[in-house]
C-alpha cells in the first residue's frame, strides 16, 4: 500500500490494481469536474447593436427580436419636418409675411418627442395664407418599458404634429403629420455558446470515471501485507 499525504492510497494486488479516493479528495474531485462542466458549457455575455431605419412618410421599424438576446436599451435617431399654415388676415397686395411665434411638439414619447417654442420667419403661401417649415433631429435613448419595441413583426413609428401660433388660426390645408426620417438601435446583450475542445471532453471523462471509482471502493476496507 502507499498513501500520498493521507489523501490517495494505491492498493495493488497481483491481478489488479486500483485508486482509491477519500472522502475530501473525492469532494476536491467533484468540485473540480464541476468547474468544468460550468467552463464547458457556459455562455458569455457579449454586448451587441442591431440598427433599423426608414425614410418613408409613414415609416416603420422591425421589433427586437427576443431570440437575439436581452434587450437593454433602445436609442432612436429622427429627424421630423413639420409644414404649418395659417390664415393671415393682413392686406393681400402686401407680399411679406410677418414673424410668429409657434409652439408645441413634434413626435411621440414613445419615439422621441421635440419640444418647440420659436419665433419663425413665415412665408406667404397665397393671398390669405402664411406658412413655416419646421425641421428638427432628436435623439432619445430607453431604458425602460423595452417589451412595447420586442417581439415578431414591425411597429408604426408616430410623428404627429402638434403645433400652434398664437394669435393665428390654422388654415384648411394645415397641419399634415410630419414626414420623418427614422432609425432604432437596439442594445442588447448576445449568449454564444462555448465549444468544447477534444482535450476537455477527455478530462471531463477521465474525472467522471475517477469519482465513479472512487464512489465504488472508498468505503472497501483493503489490507496489504509485505513478506
Not at 464541476?34 to 409613414?58: H, K
Not at 413583426?153 to 408616430?158: L, T
Not at 482535450?199 to 483493503?222: D, K, P, Q
Request: charged residues 10%; contains cysteine; proline residues 7%.
Amino acid at each position: 500500500m502507499c498513501r500520498l499525504n493521507g489523501v490517495l492510497r494505491c492498493v495493488n494486488s497481483p491481478s489488479f490494481s486500483w485508486l482509491i479516493a477519500s472522502g475530501d479528495t473525492m469532494k476536491t474531485v467533484t468540485k473540480l469536474l464541476a468547474g468544468a462542466v460550468l467552463a464547458v458549457f457556459a455562455t458569455p455575455a457579449t454586448a451587441a447593436t442591431i440598427t433599423y431605419s426608414d425614410a418613408s412618410a409613414m415609416p416603420y421599424l422591425r421589433k427586437f427580436d427576443p431570440l437575439l438576446g436581452t434587450l437593454t436599451s433602445v436609442t432612436f435617431n429622427n429627424r421630423y419636418v413639420s409644414n404649418l399654415y395659417f390664415n393671415y388676415g393682413g392686406d393681400p397686395s402686401i407680399p411679406t409675411a410677418p414673424m410668429i411665434r409657434v409652439t408645441g411638439t413634434i413626435g411621440d414619447a414613445r419615439f422621441g418627442l421635440v419640444y418647440v417654442d420659436e419665433i419663425f420667419q413665415s412665408g406667404r403661401q397665397d393671398p390669405r395664407t402664411i406658412g413655416v417649415q419646421i425641421s428638427r433631429t432628436v435623439s432619445t435613448t430607453f431604458f425602460d418599458g423595452l417589451s412595447f419595441y420586442t417581439g415578431n413583426g414591425i411597429m408604426p413609428v408616430a410623428a404627429f404634429g402638434n403645433l400652434t401660433s398664437p394669435g393665428l388660426s390654422p388654415a384648411s390645408v394645415s397641419f399634415p403629420s410630419p414626414w420623418s426620417y427614422v432609425s432604432v438601435t437596439y442594445n442588447y446583450v448576445a449568449g454564444v455558446a462555448a465549444v468544447p475542445e477534444p482535450t476537455t471532453w477527455a478530462m471531463m471523462l477521465v474525472g467522471f470515471g475517477m469519482v465513479g471509482g472512487a464512489a465504488r471502493y472508498r468505503r472497501r476496507s483493503t489490507k496489504i501485507k509485505f513478506a
